[in-house]
C-alpha cells in the first residue's frame, strides 16, 4: 500500500494493529487499524479462524489481575451471507465468533441489515445462523440505534458479558463516511485500593511477650472505682 504508517499515525496512541483489504486491489480502498494508549500495555490478538475470514483484527489488554480483555474489530463484505458472492466468508464468520473465549468485544460493520435485534430474529438464513452463534455464546448485542444513513444498524458491539459494556453512543458520521462513529464505554475490572489505615499485624506479633506484659499489670487498681 502507498499509505505508510507514519502517515496514519495518532499523537498518544500506538497503531497495534494494520490490516489492508484482503479482497481490494494491492490492500487498497479499506483496511482495519485498531489503536490503543501504550500505557494500557495492549498486544495483538489472533484467534482461531482470524487469516481465513475476511476481515479482522484484534487485541489483548490485561484485565484485572491475571485476566485479560480481547477486542476484535471485524469487518464483513455487504454480500448476501451464504451466498455463492460470498464465498464462505460468514460461515467463517460465525466459527471465528464461536471460538472467541473470556472477555470479549467486537465492534465494526458486519453488514446484517434483516436482522430484527429486538427479536433476535432474520428471515435471512445466514444472518439468522450468526444470530444463533451469539445466543449459544450468550453473547450480548449494546447497539440499539442505526447506524447507516439508510437507516439500517449494520454497526454493532458485542460482549461476552453484558456488564463489559455499559453504554454506546452514535457520535455522528465522520467526513463523507455514510457509517456513524460509535462511542462504547466499558466497564474495567475493581482496582486494588491502597490503604493508609493502620491495623494489627497479628500474625507476626510476639503473643508470649504481650501475655507477660499484661500479667504485669495490676488491673484492680487500673479500674478502681471505674
Not at 122 to 131: M, R
Not at 148 to 176: A, I, Q
Not at 177 to 185: F, G, I, P, R, V
Amino acid at each position: 500500500p502507498d499509505i505508510t504508517n507514519a502517515q496514519v499515525s495518532l499523537d498518544g496512541y500506538q497503531c497495534v494493529v494494520r490490516r489492508d483489504g484482503m479482497d481490494t486491489i494491492q490492500g487498497k480502498c479499506r483496511g482495519l487499524l485498531i489503536y490503543c494508549k501504550s500505557s494500557l500495555n495492549p498486544a495483538e490478538y489472533t484467534g482461531v479462524g482470524f487469516k481465513d475470514f475476511v476481515e479482522c483484527a484484534g487485541i489483548e489488554l490485561p484485565w484485572g489481575q491475571n485476566d485479560s480483555l480481547k477486542i476484535v474489530l471485524v469487518y464483513r463484505p455487504p454480500r448476501p451471507p451464504f451466498s455463492e458472492a460470498d464465498r464462505g466468508n460468514t460461515a467463517k464468520l460465525c466459527n471465528l465468533m464461536e471460538n472467541l473465549q473470556g472477555n470479549v468485544i467486537t465492534v465494526g460493520d458486519f453488514n446484517f441489515p434483516g436482522i430484527d435485534w429486538e427479536r433476535n430474529f432474520s428471515n435471512s438464513v445466514g444472518e439468522q445462523t450468526f444470530l444463533d452463534v451469539l445466543a449459544k455464546k450468550f453473547f450480548v448485542q449494546h447497539v440499539n440505534f442505526p447506524t447507516h444513513r439508510d437507516g439500517n444498524l449494520l454497526d454493532t458491539v458485542t460482549s461476552s458479558h453484558p456488564e463489559l459494556v455499559c453504554d454506546v453512543k452514535d457520535e455522528g458520521y465522520l467526513g463523507g463516511s455514510d457509517h456513524t462513529m460509535l462511542w462504547a464505554e466499558l466497564v474495567g475490572p475493581a482496582k486494588d485500593q491502597d490503604s493508609e489505615e493502620m491495623v494489627p499485624d497479628w500474625i507476626n506479633a510476639d503473643m508470649d511477650k504481650l501475655k507477660e506484659s499484661l500479667s504485669n499489670i495490676d488491673w484492680e487498681s487500673r479500674f478502681e472505682g471505674k
